[in-house]
């Protein structure tokens, strides 16, 4: 148990503020209070249905996944009319608007941005996600992630990361978090304690974060202390466990009794609330993934996850069932009253900070219509555009093939990896780069597995055929990372890896990969390897500009591309 800091970091409440807060607290039930604690997936698409849930279980908070802004501005209004207490409503906006309305800007990966080397680029990415998706109603940003990318073979934080050097990463989320802050949006600093050290998916199981105390002092911990230090408002505790600062804490602790962050009231009590001072409030992440769902029986995970720390449950399994999972808690006194309030307290203070009851009484915690026309704005695609022209990087530069001419690259054999549709949902981002190198005068071909003769000619055809139909080859990939993937490697055809870049010495060959920065390991013997970062709108058409000379490479790699091998750099 801690005691709430309603006037200090990062809360800051006047009185007014507090005496409101608590009269709330003080004018609620044990069942609104245990409601309160509960962030629901938004997956109840009309009023009927939001009425039931919000009647029966009154939520603290609700996260939709993206969807037509129209619809998203729609949904939320509802909830926010309807519901007595206004909620915190969520979204992964880790790139921009489109983490909530599908129409928004899609602006770049977190890596783009590192890449970029520029903070003013974190802060537009800030005010991009703050503006949009402030204008469909949302007050809650899952973002920044502020892990560390330590190891180039983690299948989940690759592009969603700010790179490898904790000092760029700290620079870069607290201009996000600064443009949020000004917007009235809070963040959620993630994945605490820190994923990007294994290879492994907290989603399909708990993984680790190997680090010593000092290691992790000087990396993670110096990062969320100074986000701490500058009001980040709400944490996500990751399913990520952290043994050092467990047994640093608990000595005698035996393995089998070691929890992830979501679970662990040494990390997150002793650790993150009592050493490192956070106030705020501190939100699990979903707990049905299996990184938290494997370590327990479910009823007594969801308590678990409150008395070590958790002020708010991400998603549910069951909501009926879970609900009733921590209301007898509640009732047996397995989750003291004194925790109940505590939890509640920084849950209203959240709102308070928000100015969430102000805005209720005059009707505008979510906009009119009018406010969507922010939604891929002019000014958010030009910053997109500038983006993409200070990030793309040319990482690996070793036979001079560029820039491509008309004169010695016109005819070009373009390999696609991946792509098989963009975030969006639109059609793959590879045809956005093949019509931008043809309205620049190239002959493009891309290579069809099914076009028999193509295929024969990359099995087996004469060096001197290949020669004669083409002048340059380009690959482009677009290998996402992704939940529930546990890799994200390349993977040739049959028979032989037939179309792996085989042929660097017969033909000037270029890799470039717009999501996966780490391509390097699987295609080491490529002599120009770029790295672009993001596979939206903007990136394909800049990069032909890059290709042909109109503009130079200006990005600098935030993580080794290199993966730590010998042979990528030959």
């Not at 501190?282 to 409150?306: H, P, Y």
Request: proline fraction near 4%.
């Amino acid at each position: 148990m801690t005691t709430v800091d309603l006037q200090g970091n990062p809360f800051f409440l006047s009185d007014k503020q507090i005496t409101h807060l608590k009269q709330v607290l003080a004018n609620m039930s044990i069942r609104q209070k245990v409601g309160q604690m509960f962030c629901l997936l938004g997956k109840y698409e009309n009023e009927a249905e939001l009425k039931k849930v919000i009647d029966t279980y009154q939520p603290g908070a609700m996260m939709y996944r993206p969807q037509k802004s129209t619809k998203i501005q729609a949904l939320q209004r509802f909830i926010q009319e309807y519901s007595p207490i206004p909620l915190l409503l969520g979204a992964n906006l880790e790139s921009g608007g489109d983490g909530i309305g599908l129409d928004g800007t899609f602006y770049g990966r977190q890596l783009e941005v590192a890449a970029s080397g520029d903070t003013k680029n974190a802060y537009r990415l800030g005010l991009i996600a703050a503006r949009e998706g402030g204008a469909v109603g949302c007050n809650w940003s899952f973002a920044p992630v502020v892990d560390v990318n330590l190891n180039f073979a983690n299948p989940i934080i690759n592009v969603r990361t700010y790179g490898n050097d904790p000092e760029k990463v700290i620079a870069m989320a607290l201009e996000y978090m600064r443009a949020c802050q000004e917007r009235g949006m809070a963040v959620a600093i993630k994945h605490f304690p820190g994923d990007g050290v294994d290879d492994r998916d907290q989603h399909l199981l708990t993984s680790v974060n190997s680090l010593s105390v000092s290691e992790w002092d000087k990396t993670y911990g110096h990062i969320y202390e100074e986000m701490i230090a500058h009001g980040a408002l709400t944490l996500m505790a990751g399913h990520i466990y952290q043994p050092a600062y467990t047994r640093y804490f608990n000595p005698q602790i035996a393995d089998e009794d070691i929890y992830p962050g979501s679970l662990s009231y040494e990390l997150l009590h002793d650790l993150l609330r009592q050493k490192l001072g956070f106030n705020g409030l501190i939100s699990s992440d979903a707990t049905n993934m299996a990184g938290f769902s494997c370590q327990g029986k479910r009823s007594e995970l969801l308590v678990r996850a409150i008395n070590a720390g958790c002020d708010m449950l991400l998603f549910t399994r069951d909501l009926e069932e879970d609900f009733n999972f921590v209301l007898a808690a509640v009732n047996n006194g397995t989750i003291s009253s004194a925790r109940l309030d505590e939890a509640v307290t920084r849950i209203l203070a959240t709102k308070e900070t928000l100015n969430l009851f102000v805005k209720q009484k005059k009707h505008t915690l979510v906009p009119d219509r009018e406010a969507l026309k922010v939604l891929k704005c002019e000014q958010h695609v030009a910053w997109a555009k500038e983006l993409a022209d200070e990030s793309i990087t040319l990482v690996k530069n070793k036979e001079n093939a560029l820039p491509l001419t008309l004169k010695k690259n016109k005819r070009i054999l373009v390999f696609v990896l991946g792509d098989v549709v963009s975030a969006s949902g639109k059609p793959p981002v590879s045809k956005l780069f093949i019509e931008q190198l043809k309205k620049e005068g190239f002959e493009v071909t891309l290579f069809d597995e099914h076009d028999e003769e193509l295929k024969q000619l990359m099995v087996n055809g004469a060096i001197k055929k290949i020669k004669s139909k083409f002048d340059t080859v380009i690959y482009f990939a677009n290998v996402k990372t992704a939940s529930n993937q546990t890799t994200v490697r390349l993977n040739w055809l049959k028979p032989m890896g037939f179309n792996v870049p085989w042929f660097i010495h017969e033909l000037p060959t270029i890799f470039i990969s717009v999501a996966n920065p780490y391509h390097l390991q699987d295609v080491p013997m490529v002599k120009t390897y770029i790295n672009a970062y993001t596979a939206n709108d903007y990136v394909p058409v800049i990069l032909v500009d890059k290709l042909i000379g109109k503009s130079p490479f200006k990005g600098k790699s935030p993580v080794n591309a290199f993966c730590t091998y010998w042979d990528t750099h030959l």
